[in-house]
């Protein structure tokens, strides 16, 4: 059973930053993309960033968000600074059906229980 845990979330004055991890078990964990979504209350959920199996590809729509992973660590990053209110959301990692970075929701198979990133003005 593949399991992804969040951590890293929290509150944090606009203008900060945060790192938000992901911890992945029971699957080949370099075989597969990793994404990062966000959703944010009464929004839907929304891509922000994905990662290549082998990590050499990153897509990330926000400049200001970085994605990294660590394979040997089954662990996916996600960088964030310049933090804004609009970036106050639960965000959610989720692993890949592929090793293809993807912004589609469907193309991932495997979800974590979020975690919460406040932004305050």
């Known amino acids: 059973q593949v399991q992804l845990v969040e951590s890293g979330g929290g509150l944090v004055q606009a203008g900060g930053s945060l790192r938000l991890s992901c911890a992945a078990s029971g699957r080949t964990f370099s075989s597969v993309a990793m994404g990062w979504f966000r959703q944010a209350p009464g929004e839907e959920r929304e891509f922000v960033a994905s990662?290549?199996?082998?990590?050499g590809n990153t897509y990330s729509v926000k400049d200001r968000f970085t994605i990294s992973r660590d394979n040997a660590k089954n662990t996916v990053y996600l960088h964030m600074n310049s933090l804004k209110p609009d970036d106050t959301a639960v965000y959610y990692c989720?692993?890949?059906?592929?090793?293809?970075?993807?912004?589609?929701?469907?193309?991932?198979?495997?979800w974590g229980q979020g975690t919460q990133v406040t932004v305050s003005s």
């Open positions: 989720a692993a890949g059906r592929g090793s293809r970075t993807s912004r589609v929701a469907g193309s991932y198979d495997v």
């Open positions: 990662i290549s199996g082998n990590g």
